[in-house]
């Protein structure tokens, strides 16, 4: 399913952190093609020694991104197995996550915002014509491959990563700490169905016009399981109409989710002028 790579193929650069049972390093690959060796920055995501067992998972997931191939999906080169570590081997993607990018950077504007939001649900709608649910949609797992110019009409490039290990094998504390992108219905069966990463799109596309907030900061896991036990909705953003889009991705009964090409229909019809005066005459500065 997947292609193997030599360790020894593998140089190892700096580490970038830890993911969900992963450690995270920049490094290169080389190829050899008609007696050339040519090199390609890579990102190394290695399997935790403690979570050893999750290995089929982990290969899973890269599996799954080997199979398809779509621009705004990150590429994965293959996997690398050394001793007893398992490594994944992909794309590096030059500006890192987006949640990260949106934090540090001041004047991002709504009509980047809204490209990046197209972009996610065209992948997102080229992965439900092939049945396929992700399951772990975030600004985390969105990367920059192309900045554009933040604050013109200069569009950004996003890729949607791995989905990582499956949430059967997280644990509950992690999946509960995934609220409010994990679906709820997810909190019980533990499965992704297609009309999760409708939810988990929803929570995205409010972290993404918050800047990179992330969605129910500061509630502690109890907390954010009431949240869902309540039936609530995260504080409506400004804008009315994306505010409704939201809301509708985050329907509590699955089936009422729009499918993708509504999604698609509406971001379209989003007007940014519409909020930009809403700014210029309101009461949110930046
Ligand atoms: P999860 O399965 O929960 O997504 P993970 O193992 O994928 O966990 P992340 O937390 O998603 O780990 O990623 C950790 C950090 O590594 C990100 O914040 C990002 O900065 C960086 N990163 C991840 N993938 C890439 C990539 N392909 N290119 C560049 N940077 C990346
Ligand atoms: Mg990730």
């Known amino acids: 399913q997947f292609h193997m790579i030599k360790h020894e193929d593998l140089t190892w650069r700096e580490s ?3 993911g969900s049972f992963t450690h995270i390093s920049r490094g290169s690959k080389t190829d050899q093609w008609d007696g050339v060796t ?6 190394l995501k290695v399997l935790d020694a403690n979570h050893k067992n999750c290995w089929e998972s982990f290969f899973e997931a890269a599996s799954l991104m080997s199979q398809i191939s779509h621009k705004h999906l990150l590429l994965v080169y293959g996997i690398s197995v050394h001793k007893s570590k398992n490594i994944m081997v992909q794309e590096f ?4 996550a987006l949640d990260l990018y949106l934090k540090r950077s001041t004047s991002v504007s709504v009509s980047w915002k809204l490209d990046v939001a197209k972009q996610l649900a065209c992948a997102l709608n080229f992965l439900e014509e092939k049945n396929i649910a992700h399951g772990n949609i975030c600004a985390k797992n969105l990367l920059l491959a192309r900045e554009g110019d933040p604050s013109a009409d200069n569009s950004p490039f996003i890729k949607l990563s791995d989905p990582g290990i499956s949430m059967a094998l997280l644990g509950k504390d992690v999946v509960l700490d995934r609220i409010p992108w994990v679906a709820p219905e997810v909190l019980d069966t533990l499965e992704i169905e297609l009309e999760c990463d409708k939810w988990s799109f929803g929570s ?3 972290e993404i016009f918050n800047n990179g907030e992330a969605p129910l900061q500061g509630l502690d896991p109890i907390q954010k399981q009431q949240f869902y036990e309540h039936f609530s909705n995260l504080p409506a953003l400004e804008w009315t109409e994306l505010a409704d889009l939201i809301i509708q991705c985050m329907q509590y009964q699955p089936e009422l989710r729009p499918s993708c090409r509504s999604i698609i229909r509406q971001l379209n019809s989003l007007i940014t002028s519409d909020y930009e005066i809403l700014h210029a005459t309101g009461t949110h500065p930046k």
């Open 16 to 18: 970038l952190g830890q």
């Open 38 to 43: 040519h090199s390609t920055e890579v990102l």
């Open 93 to 96: 993607v030059k500006h890192g």
């Open 204 to 206: 995205t596309l409010w």
